[in-house]
Every structure is written in C-alpha cells, then in structure tokens.
C-alpha cells in the first residue's frame, strides 16, 4: 500500500508542517483550508521555511545554490493549495490537523468518509483525544490511525503511530511507513489519553506551572534549571509557551472530562487565566513570556 498523494485538512501551526514534509519526501499534497486567509498564511510559512531549509543546505555544502533551489521549487510544486475538500477524493492518505475540538473532528471525518477513495487511510494528528471515536465517525474504522507529529514539524524527528482496536494491520504499516518516508522516526502507540509524549510532557508542563504559582522560584530560573540541569532545549514554561496556551488548556480540559480524579491533569489557575486575557503564548506574542516572531522576547 504505497502512499504517493497526500491530503491535509488544515494549514495552521500543525498542519503546513505535515504537508511540507510531504511534499520535501517527493509526495504530491492537497493542503485544505476552510478560508483563502488561512491557506495564503500556511502556504506563506512553507515557503518561508522551505527556503530556510535550502540556504542552510547551501550552507553546510550538502548542496549547490542551484541544486537546492530547483529542490526547494520541486517541494513547493508539488504542494496545491485548495478551498474544497471534493479535492481530497484520490488522497491515498488524509491527514486532519484542524483545530482540537472532538465534535468538528467527528464531523469532519464523517464528511471525508463519504467522500474519499475506499482504499484511503484517514490520519488525525490529535494530540490528546481518542482516535478510535474520529475512527467511528468516519464510517472506516479499520482504514483509520492517529499520526502524531511534533512542533515544529520541520525540525522534530517524532511521530506517535498510534493504533485502535479496529485498526487494520496493514493500514498501520502503511501509516508507519508513511512517518519513515517524511523523515521521522515513528513509535508505535496505543490509543490512550496523551499516548507517549504528551502523557509526560503535560503533566510535567502542569508541574512547572504549580511551582510558580507556589512561588517556588520564578519562570527564568525553572525553565533554566531543565535547560541547563537536564539539556532540554527549552524550559517547561517557554516550551508551554511555544506550543500554545490554548492548546495545552484544552488538552487538560478534555482529559480532566475523562478522568476527573488523575491528579497529573489538575489544570494550573495561572493557565485559565493566561488564556482568558488572551495571552496564548507565542502565537499572540505573549503568555508567561513575550515573544517576537518564534523567538523569545
Ligand atoms: N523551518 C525551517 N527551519 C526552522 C524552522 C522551520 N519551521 N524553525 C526553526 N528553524 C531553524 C532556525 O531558522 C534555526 O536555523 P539556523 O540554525 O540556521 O539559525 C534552527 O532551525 C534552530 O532554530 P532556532 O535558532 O530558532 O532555535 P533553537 O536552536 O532553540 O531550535 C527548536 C528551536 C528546534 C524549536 C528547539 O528549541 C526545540 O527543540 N525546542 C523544543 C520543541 C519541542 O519540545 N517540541 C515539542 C512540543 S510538544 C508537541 O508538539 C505536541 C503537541 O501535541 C502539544
């Protein structure tokens, strides 16, 4: 089951990420947008990024200056950019990366299910919610898997495979095999709340919030210490920063509706209030920290 056209629904922070990879592995890509504003945005960032990535080619010697332009305008042409999700029907894999709200998910797929080629694999990159219910919505259960990919998509080498029960095996290898040819190291992972790295993660980011607020030392100096103690590239709070208040609020939200008495979901009062002032962390240009662009402030 080779998997040569490629479609993804959203082009947001997640989703221009995945079809880049897809396109930079010689795939063709239908990147979906509910809105012309939002497909220019994401295409604008790929393209940005993809640049990026060719002059640091053309840097470190790995290729000519003319080499990795005609690489970089063979990845973004193989990239169209649609409004109409009718476009998706001859995708071998769709791949939903829309906002984190289960209901639109469910919907989404069920619409996809009545649209898509029978031999399609549906594809969710939820980070937190059950695969297995967007897999019932779609109508194909068994063609159905969570690809979990990491921010940003570019530049971090993980995907969480993750399967259901009515997952079919060779969907699955399809599916991992997909994660291998965009350049990622795929991990196998049952369909359980957070799988493996947000499991760990978000607790861990829940823990570093808490200490703030107890006034256990300030956010410089817990970010430095696992920074500079631990080697992580970024502390706790700049990371809870970096992939989204809103995001990491609504993670924990619909875990706490699941399991109300696992302690390693308390929500962080500081956290509600961030996002209720608006303060969503990188993507508004504030949260615990300013931000300018992708950068610390
Ligand atoms: N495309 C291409 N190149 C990019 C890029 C992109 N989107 N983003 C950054 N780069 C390049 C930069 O231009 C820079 O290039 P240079 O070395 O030529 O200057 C290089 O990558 C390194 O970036 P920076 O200089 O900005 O800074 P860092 O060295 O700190 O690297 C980072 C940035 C890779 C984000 C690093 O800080 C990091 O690994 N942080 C942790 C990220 C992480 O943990 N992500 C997972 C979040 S959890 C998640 O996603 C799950 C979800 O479900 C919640």
């Given amino acids: 089951m080779e998997i040569k056209k490629v479609g993804v629904v959203g082009c947001g922070l997640m989703g221009h990420g995945i079809v880049q990879v897809a396109a930079q592995a010689g795939m063709d890509v239908v990147a979906v947008e509910a809105e012309q504003g939002f497909l220019d945005k994401g295409l604008g960032r790929i393209e940005k990024s993809v640049k990026k990535l060719a002059a640091k080619a053309v840097e470190k010697g790995k290729a000519t200056e003319e080499q990795a332009n005609a690489n970089a305008a063979a990845t973004l042409g193989r990239i169209h950019g649609s409004l109409d999700k009718a476009d998706l029907a001859d995708c071998d894999l769709i791949v939903e990366a829309i906002v984190e709200d289960l209901d639109v998910k469910k919907a989404l797929f069920a619409e996809l299910g009545g649209l898509a080629k029978p031999g399609a694999i549906f594809a969710s990159n939820t980070s937190s919610f059950p695969v297995i219910e967007m897999a019932e919505a779609s109508g194909r259960p068994e063609r159905f898997v969570g690809l979990h990919f990491f921010n940003p998509v570019q530049l971090m ?4 495979v993750v399967r259901t029960e ?3 095996d060779e969907v699955f290898a399809a599916a991992r095999a997909f994660g291998e040819a965009v350049g990622k190291k795929p991990v196998a992972c049952k369909d359980t709340p957070g799988f493996v790295v947000n499991r760990l993660l ?6 570093s919030l808490q200490m703030l607020e107890r006034g ?13 103690g631990c080697g992580y590239p970024m502390g706790p709070i700049t990371l809870t920063d970096y992939v989204g208040l809103d995001t990491t609020l609504s993670i924990l939200e619909g875990w706490v509706e699941r399991y109300p008495n696992e302690p390693a979901f308390a929500i962080p009062e500081c956290l509600r209030q961030k996002v209720a002032e608006g303060k969503l962390g990188r993507k508004s240009g504030e949260g615990f920290y300013k931000w300018e662009g992708d950068k610390r402030a």
């Fill in 216 to 228: 256990d030392a300030t956010a410089d100096d817990i970010d430095a210490a696992m920074q500079f």
């Fill in 202 to 207: 978000v607790p861990y980011m829940v823990q």
């Fill in 166 to 168: 009515k997952t079919d």
């Fill in 157 to 160: 080498r993980l995907v969480e």
